[in-house]
Structures are given as structure tokens and as C-alpha cells.
């Protein structure tokens, strides 16, 4: 695992944004994977001023999203397909039929997540993967004891993500308690990883995921096994880290290796 450390959100925002640039750049029908929370905002915002102002296309991007919540609309403000459309896709050339979220109203969830399996394996695979990490540990909304080889169904929230997610909603009784979202199984099937994480909030369960052993109790430290995953943090986020400075020294010799 490559990791990054930079000073602020920011930075590791403009980060991500770099990486996710330079593979449209390659590939411009690159099949991207992306999330959804506090963390990848400023990454969307960053990759749409590209857009704008550096001629950044997204025309031939293809896009799955990891999850939605089970129950709510697209035109519901605190749902997924919303938040996509207001902080993403509607600042960047994206043809909207290329862009992929789960049914939220789904009346066949079994069904409708075997096809949303076959969809991405019909598109080649995710190139690119972006994540976030919850106060569980948990990606997608994989929580704890999810199977490591999960793939996309129904979850239950687990408490302190339903918690976590009510700052969101105006009381904790209106977040959702299920939602549709990619296995751990899935995730890791993308070809390259990017995961996010910001904030002194953050640093423990960074920790442990990083640091500690692969467990279903938490299942973001499943990237372990991943062999092209890229951490970007910012300076809270690592604090936790023993090996920090390890992490730091290793991240400046491949930048001089790659000649940057
Ligand atoms: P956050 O959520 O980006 O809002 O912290 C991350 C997650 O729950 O996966």
C-alpha cells in the first residue's frame, strides 16, 4: 500500500484529484468507482475546476457509485443519486447514462444487485476505485462482520453509523437503517484503489485499519490485500500512525524514483 500524507484536506484533496487526472488522461473511458460523504467533496470539487478550467473531460467516464441508502428517492436531498448530481455530476461533461448508483426503491434488492454486479463486469471492471472510511472501519457500507468476499446486496446500518450519518438529517430517526451497497468482495475486484481519510476523527480507525490485522470487523483493513491501493491523508487523519515517518520517508523516495 502507497501512502500519502498530506498537510490539510485540501492537499490531500487536490491529491486525489491529480491521480484521478492523469488515468481519465490515459484512459478517457476509464471505468471510475466513486463514494459518497464529507470526504470525496473537495476531491469533486477539484476534478470539476479541472473540468472548467484545465479541459478535463468526462465524456467517455463511466461511473458506479458504492451504495445508496435502502428507502429513499433520487430527488430525496440526503440520498445518494442528490448528492451526486449537486456536487458532481452536474459541474462535469458526464453523459448521465454512463453514470451508475443503486436503486434506493428497488422493489427486488436480490435482483436488482445481481445486475448491478453484471453492469460493472460488462464494463470491464472498475479502473479506479474511490473511497472513503467510516467511523467503523467500514467501506461502502460494509460494516463490521461483513464477509470479506461479500459482493453488492442489502445491509443493515450498523448504530454508529447511523450516528455518524444523522448530522445529515434533521433528527437520528430519519437515516435510513438499510441500504444497498458493493461487497468487500467488489471493492477489491477494482483494478486500482484510492482511500480518502481526514480529520483527527478519523486517525484510530485509520490506525488499526492500516496497521492492524485484515478482520471483517473491519473491513477497510481488507486493502491490505490489494496490491495497487493509494492511502491519501492529511496530517490528522495520520496522526495515530506508528510508522508515520516510515510512511513518509518511503512516499519521498518513490516520488524521486518516478523522477517528481
Ligand atoms: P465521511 O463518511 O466521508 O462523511 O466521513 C465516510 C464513510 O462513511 O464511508
Known amino acids: 500500500m502507497e501512502i500519502i500524507v498530506k498537510k490539510n484536506y485540501e492537499e490531500m484533496s487536490k491529491e486525489a484529484a491529480r491521480i484521478v487526472k492523469e488515468r481519465i488522461e490515459k484512459k478517457p473511458d476509464l471505468v471510475l468507482g466513486l463514494a459518497t460523504g464529507s470526504t470525496p467533496l473537495g476531491l469533486y470539487q477539484e476534478l470539476a475546476r479541472m473540468h472548467q ?3 478535463l473531460s468526462f465524456k467517455k467516464v463511466k461511473t458506479f457509485n458504492l451504495d ?18 449537486l456536487n458532481f455530476f452536474s459541474k462535469i461533461d458526464i453523459n448521465i447514462a454512463n453514470t451508475h448508483i443503486p436503486d434506493g426503491l428497488t422493489r427486488e434488492p436480490n ?9 460493472i463486469e460488462k464494463c470491464g471492471g472498475i479502473d479506479l476505485q474511490i473511497l472513503g472510511i467510516g467511523g467503523d472501519g467500514h467501506v461502502g457500507f460494509n460494516e463490521p462482520a461483513s464477509s470479506l468476499g461479500s459482493r453488492t446486496r442489502i445491509k443493515t446500518l450498523n448504530e454508529q453509523t447511523i450516528k455518524d450519518n444523522s448530522r445529515f438529517f434533521k ?8 441500504a444497498i451497497t458493493m461487497g468487500v468482495g ?15 476523527n478519523k486517525s484510530l480507525i485509520i490506525a488499526k485499519a492500516i496497521e492492524g490485522p485484515v478482520t471483517s470487523q473491519i473491513t477497510a483493513s481488507m486493502l491490505q490485500v490489494h496490491p ?26 518513490v516520488k524521486k524514483f518516478n523522477g517528481n
Open 111 to 119: 435482483h436488482f444487485c445481481l445486475e448491478y454486479e453484471e453492469e
Open 171 to 178: 433528527n437520528i430517526d430519519e437515516v435510513p437503517k438499510y
Open 186 to 200: 467488489t471493492i477489491i475486484d477494482a483494478k486500482e484503489i484510492i482511500l480518502m481519510a481526514s480529520g483527527k
Open 53 to 55: 478550467k484545465e479541459g
Open 228 to 253: 495497487k491501493v493509494i492511502t491519501i491523508l492529511d496530517e490528522d487523519a495520520a496522526s495515530s500512525l506508528k510508522k508515520k515517518d516510515y510512511y513518509k520517508f518511503v512516499a519521498e523516495r
Open 68 to 85: 445508496e441508502y435502502y428507502g429513499l428517492s433520487p430527488e430525496h436531498p440526503q440520498s445518494y443519486h442528490y448528492f451526486m448530481n
